[in-house]
């Protein structure tokens, strides 16, 4: 597995790999790697030739008052786990390399970042839609790998790469959960123990919705106050559980067609998220 740090040393590899008429899969990642993570990878590893993971913990998708500065890194763990998952090339860039100064364009997707994290963190998206690009720009990829537990992100970067004629193809990945149920996320390294004992009630929460939606139950209201309800038996405190339309993320009364099912909770300052699509996905 090569390393590199600049964007002409991912360029120049890139080139020779293209030379060779590989294909090239990208999953862009904040590090503190996990097996969701991994799981990118390794459909990455499936479906191309040549598999690119980028580690960035990218400070613009951050809010002022976030858990920037806190957020794990341990960049020699995740290259092992990288090179043991079959990526070829991992990019480490500096904040200068991928913002330098005189940087001055941000990317915005409208409405579809409207709601749920877009309210809960505002401006999350935008940089989220910027670092993408630029990465998207950089790598460009033949298929790029965005997981479902970050699921307003993947509907987000999807519409972004077809109102932009991107020519690549964004590939939705399933949740990774622990055993108990709660989904992985770097961020659950951050939890106490007794947090991390009461996180699972999330996923709790959504399947016993999930179970519900199943016996019939179609009022938004009693799904999302399942998961309320099991949340509240917990310290955690709820950013929002919300039940949109998809895949445009509006709002939605009733529900017709496919919908996602979407947590944030805080546990302490250690904010955590979880989902689930009801009905069927297809045709998405
Ligand atoms: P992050 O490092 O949190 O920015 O995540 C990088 C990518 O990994 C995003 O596309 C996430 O949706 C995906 N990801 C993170 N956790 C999971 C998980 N538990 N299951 C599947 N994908 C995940």
Redesign the pocket.
Known sequence: MEIARTIAEVRGFLAGERAAGKTVGL???????????L??VRRSDEENDCSVVS?FV?PTQFGPAEDLSKYPRNEAKDCDLLAAAGCDLVFLPSVEAMYPPDACTTVTVAGLTDGLCGTARPGHFAGVCTIVLKLFNIVQPNRA???????Q??FVVRQLARDLDLPLQVRP?????EHDGL?????NLRLTAKQRSEAPAINQGIRAAQHAYGQGERRPEVLVGLIREAVGRTSGVIDYVELVELPTMGPLSEISGPSLLAAAVFFGDVRLIDNAILGDPEGL
């Open positions: 999953s862009p990642t904040m590090g503190a790697l996990h097996d969701g993570h799981s990118l580690i990218n790998y965005f997981g479902l537990k970050d699921a992100q993947y990945v399933a949740i990774r959960r989904a992985m996320s770097s961020r």
